[in-house]
């Protein structure tokens, strides 16, 4: 039987999930997996499998929030098209067989390895640093190694893409705005294809949790896609009006806080 302390907190972290996916153009999994960890760790998960279970549970509530975050950018004619046409094969390869690396690999790695990757994030969102746009866009071939690498470290740490595809996209003179909305776009493959990959790879394991299929607990799904899908709209309109450079730093250092506190519970537990 699901709590009532447990559905608050999936239904919280939904809200802040969509909104901050809508604004900040990210898809979320860099606040959902330490506190997933925490929240499961709570529940009664074993250490050594709190982690996958966190890193698929996020990446399947992506689909929803990329989703909704895609919709309103296309709304908004903020989508380069071509551009999520030419990643999106490469994306969907890399993200599917990274999640087979996931499975086995131990659960201390794998917080280890979010928590350096989300400390980089952080401090290139705090220093707001913009790669030099200095070329066009690569050709079809160079798109698709570039797309199978977003996708692989985005399935290690169960985010849209954002962090990786933004600056990609900037870099070759694509404007910040649309960079935003194509890489909300391309989220949604890697979100289907590393669900896709964490159910196939999880689904011998067993967890204390009812309805947890392979990697994936969902009603933590249902109850985070259910705000995330209302609030990531509301996210891409306040873009418009907030001061999203200080918001940016003020998120990087909840990034930051929020890695390290998953690793120091999963050191402790």
């Known amino acids: 039987m699901l709590g009532i302390e447990a559905i608050l907190a999936f239904l919280g972290l939904g ?13 979320g999994g860099g606040i959902m997996v330490p506190i997933l960890t925490s929240i499961f760790l709570w529940q009664g998960v074993a250490v050594e499998q709190v982690v996958h279970l966190a890193l698929g549970t996020s990446m399947a509530s992506i689909v929803i929030t990329s989703f909704a975050s895609l919709r309103a950018h296309h709304q908004r004619q903020g989508v380069l098209w071509d551009v999520v046409k030419q990643l999106s094969p490469g994306i969907i390869l ?6 087979f690396l996931v499975a086995f690999t131990h659960s201390l790695h794998l917080a280890i390895f979010f928590s350096l990757f989300m400390a980089y994030v952080s401090v290139q969102m705090f220093l707001d640093k913009k790669p030099k746009p200095s070329r066009q866009l ?3 071939g160079i798109m698709f190694f570039s797309g199978s690498v977003i996708g692989a ?17 900037t870099w070759q003179n694509v404007a910040l705005k649309k960079a935003i909305g194509t890489s ?5 493959p890697i979100a289907i294809a590393g669900t896709l990959g964490y159910l196939l790879n999880g689904w011998d ?13 969902l009603p933590a799904v249902l109850l985070i896609s259910m705000l995330s899908f209302i609030t990531a709209p509301l996210g891409v309109r306040m873009a418009h009006q907030l001061p999203v450079g200080k918001l940016k730093k003020i998120f990087a250092f909840l990034l930051m806080g929020l890695s390290f506190k998953m690793l120091s519970s999963i050191l402790s537990a």
């Not at 890399?94 to 999640?99: H, I, N, S, V, Y």
């Open 205 to 217: 394991s067993v967890y204390p949790l009812n309805y947890t299929f392979g990697f994936i607990y």
């Open 153 to 169: 470290i985005s399935a290690l740490v169960s985010i849209g893409g954002g962090s990786l595809t933004v600056p990609y996209l």
């Open 184 to 188: 909300a776009a391309v989220g949604f």
């Open 15 to 27: 809200a802040v999930v969509g909104f901050m996916a809508g604004l900040l153009g990210i898809g």
């Open 138 to 140: 690569f050709a079809r």
């Open 94 to 99: 890399g993200t599917f067989l990274a999640t």
